[in-house]
């Protein structure tokens, strides 16, 4: 799932899921229109990948903070081994900008194409069986 923010949106990036913060891999890049399929690969962008586990089961998900074409720093204020809660402050991007969420296909998606999110407010998706869900 990819959110793409325009210049007019709060570029404050929240933790989807709650968890233990795995890995942070930032990786310094281009500055194309976050809205092209191809940012998430070339531009300026941090990996954040996260696991909870849940009765006893591993959840895994990945986010990743990409600038754009005005935005030119990302900041991620989160490191490998820290504990963060669903909706917390995890870092910033300045100005326009995109926010990917890699989620496990067995996760509901709540949101579809077009859907206006604000970020530790919506639902976007349903773990199976639980009332956890992903904002």
């Known amino acids: 799932m990819s959110i793409f923010l325009s210049v007019f ?10 968890g233990t913060v795995e890995s942070v891999d930032y990786r310094p890049g281009k500055w194309l229109a976050a809205y092209k399929f191809e940012s998430a690969f070339q531009n300026e962008r941090s990996e954040i990948a ?13 986010f990743r903070q990409i600038v754009g074409l005005v935005a030119r720093r990302v900041v991620t204020r989160v490191q490998a081994g820290d504990e963060i809660s669903s909706g917390q402050r995890i870092g910033l991007m300045k100005f326009g900008s995109r926010m990917d ?25 349903r773990w199976p069986g639980s009332e956890h869900a992903v904002s």
């Open 50 to 62: 996260v696991t909870r586990t849940v009765r006893g089961e591993q959840r895994r998900y990945v």
């Open 9 to 18: 949106d709060v570029h404050i990036n929240r933790a989807p899921y709650g």
């Open 101 to 125: 969420i890699f989620l496990p296909p067995e996760v509901t998606l709540t949101v579809r194409e077009g859907t206006r999110v604000i970020g530790g407010e919506s639902v976007i998706g």
